[in-house]
């Protein structure tokens, strides 16, 4: 199973980018997918999370009303869709793919995982 994430980058603040994460070797309609977050010297974090079909999602406070997660179950990708991007957006970005029938926020969950792509946001 691979996840490779890509899209990241330097970005000025109120700026927009748009993640991808392509997967392969999984039947990735049946695995919720998700965004994590990691900036430096602090913990991983939840940053959205979407159904199999794609109907129903969820997203960590913060970046409510800013980012937007998405799939395309036939081109086996997931995206994040960030606008409004803030300094405290900066962080290295992360997919995960879940085999549970709901949405979870628990990195715990998650049984594949990417390499991560760095999102910069400058002033």
């Known amino acids: 199973v691979q996840l490779q994430a890509s899209g990241g980058g330097l970005v000025q603040a109120g700026g927009s980018l748009r993640l991808s994460c392509a997967a392969s070797?999984?039947?990735?309609?049946?695995?919720?997918m998700g965004w994590f977050r990691q900036a430096p010297g602090k913990e991983r974090e939840f940053v959205a999370t979407?159904?199999?079909?794609?109907?129903?999602?969820s997203y960590t406070d913060s970046v409510k009303g800013r980012f937007t997660i998405s799939r395309d179950n036939d081109r086996n990708t997931v995206y994040l869709q960030m606008n409004s991007l803030k300094l405290e957006d900066t962080a290295v970005y992360y997919c995960?793919?879940?085999?549970?029938?709901?949405?979870?926020?628990?990195?715990?969950?998650?049984?594949?995982w990417g390499q991560g792509t760095q999102v910069t946001v400058s002033s």
């Open positions: 995960a793919a879940a085999r549970t029938a709901g949405l979870t926020s628990s990195s715990n969950s998650y049984d594949y």
């Open positions: 070797a999984l039947t990735f309609s049946r695995y919720v």
């Open positions: 979407i159904s199999w079909s794609g109907r129903t999602t």
